[in-house]
């Protein structure tokens, strides 16, 4: 950070943002949200900006609908100091939560064009700054849906589009139709799958990576020390990493990153921000809070220096996460 504000990183097509983004989803949707927390999340919301965090994550999905309501509130008189991101393609009933309960994928361009109908009514803007596919639907082809998203920029309704949790093929397949600015996908220091193949074939053609979930949904911080406390209605009761003895087991991994963030005079969301933030200028991580002191501490995260010795450390330390990202309906929709 320079003067209490953050730098700026690069994506792909000449977007730049600042280095650390903010994830809005978790504000009243997922994590056992309640009506008590919309004022806190909205001055999060201002706090972020005025910290120099200018890159905001919504989706269609999140509520659904209501988190898009949420941050276009947050930001109806500061749209200027916004780089607004939100996305479409996951269809799932009212009440179900992500990667848990039925859902499906739609890629098709009319439900593209509507889907972004929606979300600029929702926000209350004339634009989105980056449209994103949220996942590849495997019952139309990604050329069809990039090409439905190119349509969108033609008209000035999305600046930048996006993929999220697309394979390294469908990555190129829908850069040769318009160019992708940043392809986002779950990375951290328990969920490294990024780097069989799709970072390199990133960087080969100039898209970023938004890094999302990357304090592993709070389990990195070590806030989290056991199931019972999170909300009754909170969605990663049902996540694998977060059940049984696979909880238990990956609670040693944040041992390891809580020892090493000692060291380094860091809490170990700082350490785990800090270490996706040094695997590249090209990737900009977006945790989530709803709360401004834990803003406070994930940009903090900007001033931890980690060395080559360092990462190397963290690197051979870790133990495996246990247990998939999703449960089996979620895993099934990634790396389409």
């Given at each position: 950070?320079?003067?209490?504000?953050?730098?700026?990183?690069?994506l792909?097509?000449?977007?730049?943002?600042?280095?650390?983004?903010?994830?809005?989803?978790?504000?009243?949707?997922?994590?056992?949200?309640?009506?008590?927390d919309?004022?806190e999340?909205?001055?999060?919301?201002?706090?972020?900006?005025?910290?120099?965090?200018?890159?905001?994550?919504?989706?269609?999905?999140?509520?659904?609908?209501?988190?898009?309501?949420?941050?276009?509130?947050?930001?109806?008189?500061?749209r200027?100091?916004?780089?607004?991101?939100?996305?479409?393609?996951?269809?799932?009933?009212?009440?179900a939560?992500?990667?848990?309960?039925?859902?499906?994928?739609?890629?098709?361009?009319?439900?593209?064009?509507?889907?972004?109908?929606?979300?600029?009514?929702?926000?209350?803007?004339?634009?989105?700054?980056?449209?994103?596919?949220?996942?590849?639907?495997?019952?139309?082809p990604?050329?069809?849906?990039?090409?439905?998203?190119?349509?969108?920029?033609?008209?000035?309704?999305?600046?930048?589009i996006?993929?999220s949790?697309?394979?390294?093929?469908?990555?190129?397949?829908?850069h040769?139709?318009?160019?992708?600015?940043?392809?986002?996908?779950?990375?951290?220091?328990?969920?490294?799958?990024?780097?069989?193949?799709?970072?390199?074939?990133?960087?080969?053609l100039?898209?970023g990576?938004?890094?999302?979930?990357?304090?592993?949904?709070?389990?990195?911080?070590?806030?989290?020390?056991?199931?019972?406390?999170?909300?009754s209605?909170?969605?990663?009761?049902s996540?694998?990493?977060?059940?049984?003895?696979?909880?238990?087991?990956?609670?040693?991994?944040?041992?390891?990153?809580?020892?090493?963030?000692?060291?380094?005079?860091?809490?170990?969301?700082?350490?785990?921000?800090?270490?996706?933030m040094?695997?590249?200028?090209?990737?900009?991580?977006?945790?989530?809070t709803?709360?401004?002191?834990?803003?406070?501490?994930?940009?903090?995260?900007?001033?931890?220096d980690?060395t080559?010795?360092?990462?190397?450390?963290?690197?051979?330390?870790?133990?495996?996460?246990?247990?998939?990202?999703?449960?089996?309906?979620?895993?099934?929709?990634?790396?389409?």
């Open positions: 950070m320079t003067n209490g504000r953050l730098q700026t990183r690069r792909g097509q000449g977007l730049e943002v600042g280095s650390i983004g903010l994830g809005c989803m978790g504000m009243n949707w997922a994590y056992g949200a309640t009506a008590d919309r004022g999340a909205i001055a999060t919301i201002h706090h972020a900006l005025e910290c120099g965090v200018t890159l905001l994550d919504t989706a269609d999905t999140y509520g659904p609908h209501t988190n898009e309501e949420l941050v276009g509130e947050a930001i109806k008189d500061r200027d100091q916004v780089v607004l991101a939100t996305k479409f393609g996951i269809v799932r009933a009212a009440g939560m992500p990667g848990v309960s039925a859902q499906s994928a739609n890629g098709r361009p009319d439900y593209a064009k509507a889907s972004c109908e929606g979300s600029l009514r929702r926000l209350g803007v004339d634009h989105i700054d980056l449209y994103y596919l949220h996942r590849v639907d495997p019952d139309t990604i050329e069809e849906t990039v090409g439905a998203m190119k349509e969108l920029v033609e008209a000035g309704k999305v600046r930048h996006g993929l949790e697309a394979s390294a093929e469908t990555i190129r397949r829908a040769a139709v318009h160019p992708i600015a940043a392809v986002q996908s779950e990375y951290s220091l328990w969920s490294r799958e990024p780097e069989d193949g799709v970072l390199q074939t990133l960087r080969e100039g898209i990576l938004v890094a999302y979930s990357p304090l592993g949904r709070g389990f990195l911080s070590g806030a989290i020390k056991s199931v019972d406390e999170l909300a209605d909170d969605y990663r009761r996540s694998p990493r977060f059940m049984g003895d696979n909880f238990k087991r990956n609670l040693e991994l944040v041992a390891v990153v809580e020892e090493i963030a000692r060291r380094k005079d860091a809490t170990p969301a700082q350490l785990a921000l800090a270490w996706v040094a695997q590249g200028e090209d990737i900009v991580p977006i945790p989530g709803r709360r401004r002191t834990r803003l406070d501490e994930n940009l903090g995260a900007a001033a931890v980690l080559q010795q360092d990462l190397e450390e963290i690197a051979g330390a870790l133990p495996r996460a246990v247990g998939d990202r999703y449960s089996e309906v979620g895993m099934r929709a990634l790396n389409g």
